[in-house]
């Protein structure tokens, strides 16, 4: 069975600081792993995705991700956040061998100008 | 290019009222999937189609039913709504059903069943 565990329900921070936005998954083989915004009333955007190859992913709007094998996890980053970021980020995990996308329960970013 | 798009955007049923959520997507793509988020649940899989010709049950399929009405279009059933089917409804697209292919969602629906 495949799982993902964002930890954290929100993430306050101030705008023009570094953001980070915590993943942690579980998969039996090798996980594809992706992350998601949604801004209100809208449906979920692709940021960025890991499958393969380097641990540092680099995606839209400036994002990036780390993946770590060891800790199993993926978390999300932003050198410096806009208030335009303010969004609810779900990250998500895929097996192999299983159509199903996992998502966690999400976490809702606030930037404060 | 309208990428995902979802018909109704806003529903209301009573109790054992039927409806058919519709889902179209112009970006050619083989795979499509009906998701329902909930608070605090992020979004599970109700149901999916690898292939145009071809439906298979996720995660929560119980009380819908989907078609595939071609490559294009692939619609969500309620046959008798019910208060616990109270979501938002999404649809989403892929180019293939391999898991290194990320997925892209439409507008959502907001159901309301009381």
């Known amino acids: 069975a495949q799982s993902v565990a964002q930890p954290e329900d929100q993430v306050n921070v101030a705008e023009g600081n570094p953001l980070t936005v915590k993943c942690t998954y579980s998969v039996s083989g090798n996980p594809y792993l992706f992350w998601y915004v949604q801004y209100p009333n809208r449906g979920l955007q692709f940021l960025l995705k890991?499958?393969?190859?380097?641990?540092l992913v680099k995606g839209s709007y400036g994002f990036e991700a780390e993946f770590n094998k060891s800790q199993t996890s993926f978390h999300l980053k932003k050198p410096s956040a806009l208030v335009s970021d303010s969004a609810l980020y779900f990250c998500a995990v895929r097996d192999r061998n299983d159509y199903k996308l996992s998502f966690g329960a999400g976490t809702t970013v606030t930037v404060r100008a | 290019n309208a990428g995902v798009t979802q018909t109704p955007k806003f529903q209301v049923l009573k109790t054992g009222q039927s409806m058919t959520l519709q889902c179209a997507q112009d970006?050619?793509?083989?795979?499509m999937y009906w998701y329902r988020q909930d608070p605090g649940m992020g979004l599970r899989l109700i149901y999916y189609?690898?292939?145009?010709?071809?439906?298979d049950k996720g995660e929560v399929p119980n009380g819908y039913n989907v078609s595939r009405l071609n490559k294009r279009e692939f619609s969500l059933r309620l046959e008798s709504a019910a208060p616990s089917q109270t979501s938002v409804y999404f649809c989403?697209?892929?180019?293939?059903?391999?898991?290194?292919?990320?997925?892209?969602f439409g507008p959502g629906t907001r159901l309301t069943v009381t």
């Open positions: 890991y499958i393969t190859g380097d641990n």
């Open positions: 189609s690898a292939s145009e010709g071809t439906t």
């Open positions: 989403a697209s892929s180019a293939s059903p391999g898991p290194d292919y990320e997925q892209y």
């Open positions: 970006m050619n793509h083989n795979s």
